[in-house]
């Protein structure tokens, strides 16, 4: 496995996760409630999930790597926490049957904590397929894990910047802590932003007095 940290992307390898069909295996559990089959008191049971074996070998072999790479090149896990971040991968199958969108669901789960906070905030994308059936070039996943190029609900930088320049003029910036300044920066679209306009309704102009 490769892993670098360029230009504040953390690029790193793993082999074909388990795909979300042999993600988890199910078992039936019982419960304290019961219904009549027949006149017959029954006892209900629910179905639940708990980790494959196809799982715990991936996270067995992903997950101490993730911390060595961590580590290694001291890979701050902070902003993770409130900026999203791009997961972009490159997969490498073994047979043309399989389904990209069926992969991300495992190394995402076991990314966290550890690269990121938690993977509610990464945006895991598939940037290319490859099947390969070159001996020399084992299947495998290639991650490139750095921050998305918008800011809050603002598309670019430009206009997150020209946004801030009104909110300082507006009567509840108070230094940048206006609440609805701080629900936008936390991708939220409140019944308080104009979607069509891009602007804050609750924007209130500072009086100047003369």
Request: glycine share 2%.
């Amino acid at each position: 496995m490769n892993d670098i940290i360029e230009d504040n992307i953390l690029k790193f390898e793993s082999s074909v996760p388990p795909s979300t069909n042999h993600y988890n295996n199910w078992r039936a559990v019982p419960t304290g409630k019961f219904k009549l089959v027949k006149g017959k008191k029954e006892r209900i049971y629910i179905p639940m999930a708990y980790p494959s074996d196809d799982y715990k070998k991936f996270k067995k072999e992903f997950h101490p790597y993730l911390k060595k790479i961590v580590e290694e090149y001291n890979w701050d896990i902070q902003p993770t926490i409130y900026t999203h971040y791009y997961l972009d991968i490159i997969m490498y199958f073994d047979r043309i049957d399989k389904d990209s969108n069926n992969y991300f669901k495992c190394p995402l789960d076991v990314g966290n904590t550890i690269i990121y906070q938690d993977d509610k905030t990464i945006i895991a994308r598939t940037k290319r397929v490859y099947y390969t059936y070159n001996e020399e070039l084992k299947p495998h996943f290639e991650y490139e894990l750095y921050p998305v190029d918008y800011i809050g609900i603002w598309e670019s930088e430009e206009e997150y910047n020209q946004f801030i320049e009104k909110c300082k003029v507006c009567k509840n910036y108070k230094e940048g802590k206006c609440k609805r300044l701080s629900e936008y920066l936390a991708y939220k679209i409140t019944k308080d932003f104009d979607i069509k306009t891009r602007c804050c309704l609750g924007f209130k102009e500072i009086k100047v007095k003369k």
